[in-house]
């Protein structure tokens, strides 16, 4: 079984700010991890994925993510904080074993202020 | 980069009427496809996935025959919600996992829907 814990539910950081978002994972296989990015009344856009090559990941929009297999995390960071940046984050999980199907966390709302 | 069609956006229907939400993959091939739930303020739960040409497999706690999934081509999926009712008000995504298994999935944009 495979699951994802994103710590805090909200964080609010300043423009220009560092952004960091949190993601434990849980699984038993060697997991694909996943971060999304989603507007009000949207679907879900992919960040970034960690799919067991380079343990740091680079994605959109300055996003990256590290996957460090001591710690089971996949934190999400971005060195400066934009407006543009407040919505909600999706961290999730899947893995050979599990049937494709993604797993996510519970979500974290950014909000930035100005 | 990889699309996903989801139509229509929002939608208003009267309590017991059905309503058909379509789900297409417009530029790859998808066997597999994945319907989502999400409550306001809350995370997606995943309703039921969908495998081309076969039955879809529908989640613990999901009333297969209010929510009916047709899986009929490599490019479409389609989830009809049956004698809607106004607790079936939600916001519906699908997603799309290529075929070659790139784990790239791609949602859709979603559907509001609204049972009066």
């Known amino acids: 079984a495979q699951s994802v814990t994103q710590l805090g539910s909200h964080v609010s950081v300043s423009e220009g700010a560092l952004v960091l978002l949190r993601c434990n994972y849980s699984s038993s296989v060697p997991p694909y991890l996943f971060w999304y990015v989603q507007y009000p009344n949207q679907g879900l856009q992919l960040l970034l994925k960690?799919?067991?090559?380079?343990?740091l990941v680079k994605g959109i929009n300055d996003f990256e993510a590290e996957f460090k297999k001591s710690e089971t995390s996949f934190h999400l960071t971005k060195p400066s904080a934009h407006m543009s940046d407040a919505a909600e984050y999706f961290c999730a999980v899947t893995g050979e074993t599990s049937g494709s199907r993604l797993t996510f966390g519970e979500g974290t709302q950014l909000t930035v202020n100005p | 980069g990889a699309v996903v069609s989801q139509h229509p956006s929002r939608v208003i229907c009267k309590s017991g009427t059905s309503v058909k939400i379509e789900c297409r993959s417009l530029d790859f091939q998808a066997t597999t496809m994945f319907w989502y739930r999400q409550f306001p303020k809350q995370s997606l739960m995943l309703m039921a996935t969908s495998n081309e040409g076969s039955k879809a497999t529908y989640e613990q706690g999901v009333e297969k025959d209010k929510f009916l999934i047709n899986h009929a081509s490599l490019t479409l999926s389609t989830l009809t919600v049956t004698s809607a009712h106004p607790e079936d008000s939600s916001f519906y995504i699908c997603s799309a996992m290529p075929i070659d298994r790139s784990y790239g999935y791609t949602f859709g944009s979603g559907t509001r829907l609204t049972v009066v």
């Open positions: 960690y799919t067991s090559a380079a343990t």
